[in-house]
């Protein structure tokens, strides 16, 4: 069973440009959440679909946001990138709504890199 | 609101000996808690986790964590560490919504 696959997996972009990040889950899976992971701050929760519908956001400006497909497969995009957005973006997939009793699967991860 | 609170960013220990990596959660409700893994370049890994059955959970590759309710704490441990269990961990808590909250993260360092 293939896990869960994010790409690209390393990217480097400029100040003001945006960004697209897809996850594709595990089959089966209709959980979908991203986290942003730096040094400074960890792990932070970006949002959480199912079922194509956003059902959770984290603390994060309006320039982060997402969407799910009907197939389950999930993107992210970040606009009018700056400096601070530089970090690893995880994907985690989900058979139940938040992993709330079950596990998170979590992808390899989208290195950003903004300069 | 829920939270996690893991003491110590990075703990040394040598081979063979015990690990422990302390976690401390706030929650409202009952939680469901987790361990988790990261080794370098790559995404998280589940090592264990306690969804209100017995209070004292097994993991994978020998470890185990032990969910005490009246000090909200879900310490993670291991009798004897391995060169291989360096690696970052994360305890993370979820209440049944939408979102699994992870703690800030603690760098196991193994010496030979």
């Known amino acids: 069973k293939a896990g869960v696959t994010q790409t690209p997996r390393y990217l480097i972009k400029t100040r003001g440009q945006q960004v697209t990040l897809s996850c594709s889950p595990i089959s089966g899976h209709r959980s979908v959440s991203w986290y942003q992971q730096t040094p400074g701050q960890g792990l932070q929760f970006l949002f959480e679909?199912?079922?194509?519908?956003?059902?959770n956001k984290g603390n994060f400006p309006g320039r982060f946001s997402g969407r799910q497909f009907s197939n389950s497969r999930s993107e992210m995009n970040v606009s009018t990138l700056e400096l601070g957005d530089s970090a690893l973006y995880l994907c985690?997939?989900?058979?139940?709504?938040?992993?709330?009793?079950?596990?998170?699967?979590f992808g390899e991860g989208s290195r950003l890199t903004v300069l | 609101a829920q939270s996690v609170t893991q003491l110590g960013s990075h703990v040394s220990v040598s081979e063979g000996a015990l690990v422990l990596l302390r976690c401390n959660y706030s929650s409202s409700v009952p939680p469901y808690l987790f361990w988790y893994v990261q080794y370098p370049n790559q995404g998280l890994q589940l090592l264990l986790k306690y969804t209100s059955a017995a209070t004292l959970v097994k993991g994978i590759n020998g470890f185990e964590a032990e969910f005490k309710k009246s000090e909200t704490s879900f310490h993670l441990t291991k009798p004897s560490a391995h060169m291989s269990d360096a690696a970052e961990y994360f305890c993370?808590?979820?209440?049944?919504?939408?979102?699994?909250?992870f703690g800030a993260g603690t760098r196991l360092f193994v010496k030979a």
């Open positions: 985690a997939s989900s058979l139940e709504v938040g992993g709330n009793t079950g596990e998170l699967f």
């Open positions: 679909y199912f079922s194509e519908t956003q059902r």
């Open positions: 993370a808590v979820n209440t049944g919504g939408f979102k699994t909250i």
